[in-house]
């Protein structure tokens, strides 16, 4: 078909050709004018111009047969390059052809060898995959498929630990001896291969080396001694592995996340300098020390339910997001020392049950340690809580530390229980601060504390005394219905706003020794039953202490100008007047 059209456009070339060629040539000679010439003279004229004129068309005719000739020759090479450009593409397609084909039938010699039962050939297949994926770089993800699908195969090391011996005066039984126990140490050296494989071209320090990939799937797989330093991970998927002996994960980095949901690390854990785009660490085990120094966690990082049997290590880490530590469980020494948590942080149901330690940590978000557990000692000395903190209903069995602490937003420690004692001395409550409910067994330290908003204390129990000497409160401070069951101590303490101590039972001695109440202070039906100092206590505004009783057998101490006069249905007790000659302090 494409000959023809060629046939025919190169007739119509040469028609053209013609045309053009002869349009300036006249079709008759020009006539003859008559003159002094003789007529046949004339005659002989007129023959030579039809003569040039028939050697014009014939010149013309010739040169447009040249011209055609011309465009044949055009033609014949344009089809001459059209056929040799077919035949390299065909000889291109077949190379590419056969090409693909040997890759193909060394991928499925290296995936058959993979199957074999030598460890041997299956190390060769390795390296065969290995070969394909370094020379072909758009087979490179291919490859890692197919490696990672061997790590996935079902494969439980065969334990070499020598069985328990027979209790004493046992018989051992009749018959042959027990088998041996075997290791499949061909299958271990095989995995093994193939880890260091994959270590070798995910880490980018080698750039001849590392392979572009966009996943990275070894779920339910078993993973022994991995060394992944310093590998970068476009996405990574370890849900229900077990790590067997060390993971080292140090300096690597996670660009689309990392997925270790309920996975298991029966050895250390080294995630040290490690980047995070997302974490999910949701249900892990780890049965060895867990490392995550200066690690950084650009998204979400969630820890929920996950179990530290030996210590956890935080130091120095940054949760860009969300950090989710629900129902997580502490065995062991836990640092959080210089946390930054950028997002929320989440602690609800958490159990700590050694040292806890989240010295000079900073909240930028909300800190919820709602229903916590510290078993141990909970340090939160230097930390900053910028968002709201939520310590509702934790129970502190260890001693508490939060000197020098600052809490911005408000702090809620409602039905608290600090069994060790707590040490809030130099914190900064620059909001509402709420401990109604608590209960301190323990030595409750407020020493020098500032409470610049509402302080709540109402119906809080303080057995082993309570130290308030020199604490700011700035706002209402409510300890109504609360019980001091130690020695309470609030002297030089200010009282800027009004405080309120109704119905509050002090059985320990009660030091008010220098305290200013610059608001309303209330004391109605208060009950001093240990000794009450409240010498140099400044009252610039209403005070009350209407039904307030004073046991009779202990020592107190008033300002001039105030006595005890005793109530006549109970001898024991007293009540509080001011003499005549002091006036009472004017209302505001």
């Given at each position: 078909?494409?000959?023809?059209?060629?046939?025919?456009?190169?007739?119509?070339?040469?028609?053209?050709?013609?045309?053009?060629?002869?349009?300036?040539?006249?079709?008759?000679?020009?006539?003859?004018?008559?003159?002094?010439?003789?007529?046949?003279?004339?005659?002989?004229?007129?023959?030579?111009?039809?003569?040039?004129?028939?050697?014009?068309?014939?010149?013309?005719?010739?040169?447009?047969?040249?011209?055609?000739?011309?465009?044949?020759?055009?033609?014949?090479?344009?089809?001459?390059?059209?056929?040799?450009?077919?035949?390299?593409?065909?000889?291109?397609?077949?190379?590419?052809?056969?090409?693909?084909?040997?890759?193909?039938?060394?991928?499925?010699?290296?995936?058959?060898?993979?199957?074999?039962?030598?460890?041997?050939?299956?190390?060769?297949?390795?390296?065969n995959l290995e070969r394909i994926g370094q020379q072909h770089t758009d087979l490179r993800q291919v490859v890692l498929d197919e490696i990672c699908s061997y790590l996935r195969l079902p494969y439980t090391p065969t334990s070499t630990e020598p069985s328990a011996p027979l209790p004493a005066r046992q018989f051992e039984p009749v018959g042959p001896p027990p088998a041996e126990a075997?290791?499949?140490?061909?299958?271990r050296e095989v995995?093994?291969?193939?880890?260091?494989?994959?270590?070798?071209?995910?880490?980018?320090?080698?750039?001849?080396?590392?392979?572009?990939?966009?996943?990275?799937?070894?779920?339910?797989?078993?993973?022994?001694?991995?060394?992944?330093?310093?590998?970068?991970?476009?996405?990574?998927?370890?849900?229900?592995?077990?790590?067997?002996?060390?993971?080292?994960?140090?300096?690597?980095?996670?660009?689309?996340?990392?997925?270790?949901?309920?996975?298991?690390?029966?050895?250390?854990a080294d995630f040290r300098d490690v980047t995070f785009g997302g974490a999910d660490f949701g249900g892990v085990t780890f049965?060895?020390?867990?490392?995550?120094?200066?690690?950084?966690?650009?998204?979400?990082?969630?820890?929920?339910?996950?179990?530290?049997?030996?210590?956890?290590?935080?130091?120095?880490?940054?949760?860009?997001?969300?950090?989710?530590?629900?129902?997580?469980?502490?065995?062991?020494?836990?640092?959080?020392?210089?946390?930054?948590?950028?997002?929320?942080?989440?602690?609800?149901?958490?159990?700590?049950?050694?040292?806890?330690?989240?010295?000079?940590?900073?909240?930028?978000?909300?800190?919820?340690?709602?229903?916590?557990?510290?078993?141990?000692?909970?340090?939160?000395?230097?930390?900053?809580?910028?968002?709201?903190?939520?310590?509702?209903?934790?129970?502190?069995?260890?001693?508490?530390?939060?000197?020098?602490?600052?809490?911005?937003?408000?702090?809620?420690?409602?039905?608290?229980?600090?069994?060790?004692g707590a040490d809030f001395r130099d914190v900064t409550f620059a909001s509402l601060s709420v401990f109604r409910g608590a209960t301190f067994p323990g030595v409750a330290d407020f020493w020098d504390v500032t409470f610049s908003g509402d302080a709540h204390f109402q119906l809080a129990s303080f057995e082993g005394g309570a130290n308030f000497w020199g604490s700011t409160f700035t706002g209402h401070t409510v300890l109504q219905g609360a019980t001091f069951t130690g020695d309470a101590h609030f002297q030089l303490a200010s009282f800027e706003g009004g405080a309120n101590f109704w119905g509050s039972t002090f059985t320990g001695h009660t030091v008010l020794q220098g305290a200013t109440f610059t608001g309303d202070a209330h004391f109605q039906l208060a009950s001093f039953e240990g000794g009450a100092d409240f010498r140099d206590v400044t009252f610039d505004s209403i005070m009350v202490f209407r039904g307030a009783t004073f046991l009779e057998t202990v020592p107190h101490q008033f300002p001039d100008g105030w006595v005890l006069e005793p109530i006549p249905t109970d001898p024991r007790r007293s009540r509080l007047i001011r003499t005549a000659e002091t006036p009472p302090p004017a209302a505001p």
């Amino acid at each position: 078909m494409i000959a023809v059209v060629a046939i025919g456009f190169i007739l119509v070339a040469i028609y053209v050709s013609y045309l053009i060629l002869a349009a300036p040539i006249p079709d008759t000679p020009p006539a003859t004018t008559e003159t002094s010439q003789s007529s046949q003279d004339a005659a002989s004229q007129d023959t030579d111009r039809e003569l040039a004129i028939a050697q014009m068309r014939a010149e013309a005719r010739r040169n447009a047969l040249a011209a055609g000739a011309g465009f044949v020759a055009i033609a014949g090479l344009i089809l001459a390059l059209r056929r040799q450009q077919h035949h390299e593409r065909s000889t291109a397609n077949t190379e590419d052809d056969a090409l693909q084909r040997r890759i193909t039938d060394a991928r499925i010699r290296a995936v058959e060898q993979l199957g074999s039962d030598n460890p041997a050939v299956r190390i060769g297949g390795l390296h065969n995959l290995e070969r394909i994926g370094q020379q072909h770089t758009d087979l490179r993800q291919v490859v890692l498929d197919e490696i990672c699908s061997y790590l996935r195969l079902p494969y439980t090391p065969t334990s070499t630990e020598p069985s328990a011996p027979l209790p004493a005066r046992q018989f051992e039984p009749v018959g042959p001896p027990p088998a041996e126990a075997t290791t499949d140490e061909g299958e271990r050296e095989v995995r093994l291969i193939a880890q260091e494989i994959m270590q070798r071209h995910l880490n980018p320090n080698r750039e001849d080396l590392y392979w572009e990939h966009s996943r990275l799937n070894l779920r339910n797989a078993r993973l022994d001694n991995l060394l992944f330093r310093g590998c970068h991970l476009t996405w990574a998927d370890f849900i229900n592995v077990t790590f067997g002996g060390g993971a080292d994960f140090g300096g690597a980095s996670f660009e689309g996340g990392a997925d270790f949901g309920g996975a298991s690390f029966e050895g250390g854990a080294d995630f040290r300098d490690v980047t995070f785009g997302g974490a999910d660490f949701g249900g892990v085990t780890f049965t060895s020390a867990a490392f995550f120094q200066s690690a950084t966690f650009t998204g979400g990082a969630d820890f929920w339910d996950v179990t530290f049997t030996s210590a956890a290590f935080f130091r120095d880490v940054t949760f860009g997001g969300g950090a989710d530590f629900r129902d997580a469980t502490f065995t062991s020494a836990t640092y959080f020392w210089d946390v930054t948590f950028g997002g929320g942080a989440d602690f609800r149901g958490a159990t700590f049950s050694a040292d806890a330690v989240f010295r000079g940590a900073t909240f930028t978000g909300d800190a919820d340690f709602w229903d916590v557990t510290f078993t141990g000692d909970a340090h939160f000395q230097l930390a900053s809580f910028e968002g709201g903190a939520n310590f509702r209903g934790s129970t502190f069995t260890g001693h508490t530390v939060l000197p020098g602490a600052t809490f911005t937003g408000d702090a809620h420690f409602p039905l608290a229980s600090f069994v060790g004692g707590a040490d809030f001395r130099d914190v900064t409550f620059a909001s509402l601060s709420v401990f109604r409910g608590a209960t301190f067994p323990g030595v409750a330290d407020f020493w020098d504390v500032t409470f610049s908003g509402d302080a709540h204390f109402q119906l809080a129990s303080f057995e082993g005394g309570a130290n308030f000497w020199g604490s700011t409160f700035t706002g209402h401070t409510v300890l109504q219905g609360a019980t001091f069951t130690g020695d309470a101590h609030f002297q030089l303490a200010s009282f800027e706003g009004g405080a309120n101590f109704w119905g509050s039972t002090f059985t320990g001695h009660t030091v008010l020794q220098g305290a200013t109440f610059t608001g309303d202070a209330h004391f109605q039906l208060a009950s001093f039953e240990g000794g009450a100092d409240f010498r140099d206590v400044t009252f610039d505004s209403i005070m009350v202490f209407r039904g307030a009783t004073f046991l009779e057998t202990v020592p107190h101490q008033f300002p001039d100008g105030w006595v005890l006069e005793p109530i006549p249905t109970d001898p024991r007790r007293s009540r509080l007047i001011r003499t005549a000659e002091t006036p009472p302090p004017a209302a505001p």
